[in-house]
């Protein structure tokens, strides 16, 4: 139980487009989800937090308009990232907690994105 | 501030055991994770303490002292395939969890 997976795996796409990374939760209704990102050999970077039905609480220094978050369901979460460069390329990861099993996250599998 | 410290890399052989030790300072303290992430994947979730002690699953024991701001994970009986980073995560007030660069472990034969 407890899975979430992640479309795409892996993405590629030029300078200016934008990608939209979805997070499902498929056995479990995740009421809170979180997108973190992460550069080679560093650590998790939390980018926001979203709740189902409400908009996304972002962290300082990730930008909102750049970053779009949308949580309409139980099950699904997207982030958007808009007008992409080369900086962006990263591990993105979603993660979603149930709530009720001590507020445990379960990882998606991640989406490695390159902007060439 | 919140800040998280654990080695940066260790190694051991397989068959032996190893302690990754991990201190923290947060904001508040509603317990700590231990997650294993290979190169290239998302974390996976290895324990939860709550509670000081010593709690066991399988190969792996995680300890809590909260009255320190210490924990360790504990690998018995190492296997190549556990070669990875081990991240400690201390979850704050506001139930977010707070990463630090994780401890590279490296398994020779």
């Given at each position: 139980?407890?899975?979430?997976?992640?479309?795409?795996?892996?993405?590629?796409?030029?300078?200016?487009?934008?990608?939209?990374?979805?997070?499902?939760?498929?056995?479990f209704q995740a009421t809170t989800m979180f997108w973190y990102r992460q550069f080679p050999k560093?650590?998790?970077?939390?980018?926001?937090?979203?709740?189902e039905g409400s908009k996304a609480t972002y962290e300082q220094g990730v930008e909102k308009d750049k970053?779009?978050?949308?949580?309409?369901?139980?099950?699904?979460?997207?982030?958007?990232?808009?007008?992409?460069?080369?900086?962006?390329?990263?591990f993105y990861i979603c993660s979603a907690s149930s709530g009720r099993e001590l507020y445990e996250q379960y990882f998606g599998p991640g989406t490695r994105l390159t902007v060439t | 501030g919140?800040?998280?410290?654990?080695?940066?890399?260790?190694?051991?052989?397989?068959?032996?055991?190893?302690?990754?030790?991990?201190?923290?300072?947060?904001?508040g303290f509603n317990g700590l994770f231990?997650?294993?992430?290979?190169?290239?994947?998302?974390?996976?979730?290895?324990?939860?303490?709550?509670?000081d002690?010593?709690?066991?699953?399988?190969?792996?024991?995680?300890?809590?002292s909260r009255s320190k701001g210490y924990s360790y994970l504990l690998l018995k009986e190492l296997q190549m395939k556990d070669s990875a980073s081990y991240l400690c995560a201390p979850m704050d007030s506001n139930y977010q969890l707070i990463w630090g660069a994780g401890t590279k472990l490296i398994i020779k034969p």
């Open positions: 139980g407890a899975v979430v997976s992640q479309h795409p795996s892996w993405v590629i796409c030029k300078s200016g487009t934008s990608v939209k990374i979805e997070c499902r939760s498929l056995d560093q650590s998790l970077m939390l980018m926001a937090t979203s709740n970053f779009l978050i949308n949580h309409a369901s139980l099950t699904l979460s997207t982030l958007t990232v808009t007008s992409a460069h080369p900086e962006d390329s990263s | 919140q800040n998280i410290d654990q080695p940066t890399e260790m190694t051991a052989t397989e068959g032996a055991i190893v302690q990754i030790n991990c201190t923290y300072q947060t904001s231990w997650y294993q992430q290979h190169a290239g994947e998302a974390p996976t979730f290895l324990s939860y303490n709550v509670l002690g010593l709690e066991e699953k399988g190969r792996f024991s995680s300890f809590l």
